[in-house]
């Protein structure tokens, strides 16, 4: 290898996506922070999932553990669909960038999918800012968690604002997933026109992350389907 064997940076999201939405505890970033930077190392924060409010009251995920990351990528929802990402970070890093003349990207500034960002933006101050998925997402929440109560299958509830997962276990005490469960739920809610995602290390994590303008009622019908659908589950298994 040709590295000096430094540890140059620790990445992470704020809450992991495909992993299954994990949501570290509160202390968990600031301690990994300390340990990075004591090295000379920096902390790079991934928002792909994560920004633009989808946590809920903050516009960006790592912003809920008080860390301030060196360097922060974004994309997915920032265009709504259109290819956009995007990367910031402190003036001090990005001169040493532009010191180095490594600026160069192929599709950089595409005016189509600029032109989306900004208006999504503005869509979101308007019709779907953090505040108003902090209230929606608490809903969504509460109506989880009384889901988790009715039915052992749900092992954990977990997220925030409007990126909420439910872990599927056979077994509340040992924790063992169930991925098959998880795979005739996705058709039980697809049956009734639900749309859910799945995630986590062993395939047993419900992935729920509904549009930002999403209101008290599309979560009530949501959950009403979740029910319906999770009735079914249990009555199969």
Not at 4 to 12: D, K, R, T
Not at 50 to 57: E, H, I, M, Q, V
């Amino acid at each position: 290898t040709t590295t000096s064997g430094q540890i140059a940076a620790f990445i992470a999201e704020p809450i992991q996506g495909v992993g299954g939405f994990i949501t570290p505890p509160k202390e968990y970033f600031k301690i990994a922070t300390d340990i990075i930077r004591r090295y000379g190392g920096l902390f790079i924060c991934d928002e792909v999932q994560t920004g633009f409010g989808r946590t809920g009251d903050k516009w960006f995920g790592i912003e809920h553990w008080e860390v301030e990351p060196d360097i922060m990528t974004m994309a997915k929802g920032i265009a709504n669909g259109l290819p956009m990402g995007n990367t910031i970070t402190t003036e001090a890093i990005a001169q040493g960038i532009v010191d180095k003349g490594a600026t160069i990207s192929t599709f950089g500034g595409n005016p189509l999918s600029t032109a989306a960002a900004l208006a999504t933006i503005e869509v979101m101050e308007e019709e779907a800012h953090p505040a108003h998925v902090g209230q929606v997402g608490a809903r969504l929440r509460q109506g989880l968690e009384q889901l988790q109560d009715k039915y052992p299958l749900i092992g954990d509830v977990r997220g925030l604002g409007l990126m909420q997962g439910l872990e599927l276990v056979k077994d509340r005490q040992t924790k063992e997933p169930a991925p098959q469960e998880v795979v005739f739920l996705f058709e039980e809610t697809r049956r009734r026109g639900l749309l859910i995602g799945k995630g986590g290390l062993y395939g047993n994590t419900i992935r729920i992350a509904p549009p930002l303008t999403a209101t008290d009622a599309h979560v009530d019908e949501a959950l009403t389907i979740l029910d319906h659908a999770l009735a079914a589950v249990h009555e199969l298994s």
